[in-house]
């Protein structure tokens, strides 16, 4: 298998513009979620999905931004507008079971907003 | 929330060297994982541990969850165990769900 995988590897955008990260998590996973790693903040959850369908979004720092996964292989991550506080590594990662042993991450998305 | 501390938030030792990397958590969880982030910046699982003691060649960990906290054992470190570990605690957050929560990390350096 291939593992997660997340596309594009780097993003760099200005202020304002529309941001779409991509995901295809592993294939038969259950789970797919939707991490934030800042200096500041660590780690975050934003948002998962169980069965292509919204679990828990409370993560999720404010209306600017939106998850959607319209099948088992796809889900997109979507800022709009960007802002320069946004920047940060987005990761995706799906697990077949949420309390499954391991939680698979993709290699991740750096996005830098000037 | 539940608050997770990692010590200590950096380590450089000596290739070769042992090194003990703990986790505290401030309530009671359903289980934890530790994690390895490479220079590179992949994140890798390396132990789902809710309780008890497991060993994966020369890494190992502990976990007692009565007394909150979790230990990640490295052997015999070499240059390639660098990168940033950390510990992730899962709770339960109201009707099937269920959170991951990750501590801050603590740094590893190994020279050669």
């Known amino acids: 298998d291939a593992g997660v995988i997340q596309s594009p590897r780097h993003e760099v955008t200005e202020m304002g513009q529309e941001v779409t990260l991509r995901c295809k998590p592993i294939?038969?996973?259950?789970?797919l979620f939707w991490y934030r790693q800042t200096m500041m903040r660590g780690l975050e959850l934003l948002i998962y999905f169980n069965n292509n369908v919204p679990i828990d979004d409370s993560g999720m720092p404010e209306d600017r931004f939106s998850a959607k996964m319209p099948n088992a292989s796809f889900s997109t991550l979507k800022i709009q507008p960007s802002e320069p506080r946004d920047s940060a590594v987005y990761f995706c990662?799906?697990?077949?079971?949420?309390?499954?042993?391991?939680?698979?991450f993709g290699s991740g998305t750096q996005l830098s907003v000037l | 929330g539940i608050q997770v501390e990692q010590s200590p938030p950096d380590l450089i030792l000596q290739e070769g060297a042992n090194s003990t990397l703990r986790c505290n958590f401030s309530?009671?969880?359903?289980?934890l994982q530790w994690f390895h982030q490479n220079p590179w910046g992949q994140l890798i699982n390396l132990f789902y541990i809710p309780s008890g003691t497991k060993q994966n060649g020369r890494l190992s960990a502990t976990t007692v969850a009565t007394e909150r906290y979790s230990l990640l054992y490295i052997s015999s470190s070499q240059t390639t165990d660098s990168g940033v570990y950390f510990c992730?605690?899962?709770?339960?957050?109201?009707?099937?769900?269920?959170?991951?929560?990750f501590g801050k990390g603590t740094l590893l350096t190994v020279n050669p």
């Open positions: 294939s038969g996973h259950d789970y």
């Open positions: 992730a605690v899962e709770q339960y957050s109201g009707g099937s769900n269920y959170k991951l929560t």
């Open positions: 990662a799906s697990s077949l079971l949420q309390r499954n042993e391991k939680l698979f």
């Open positions: 309530d009671s969880v359903n289980n």
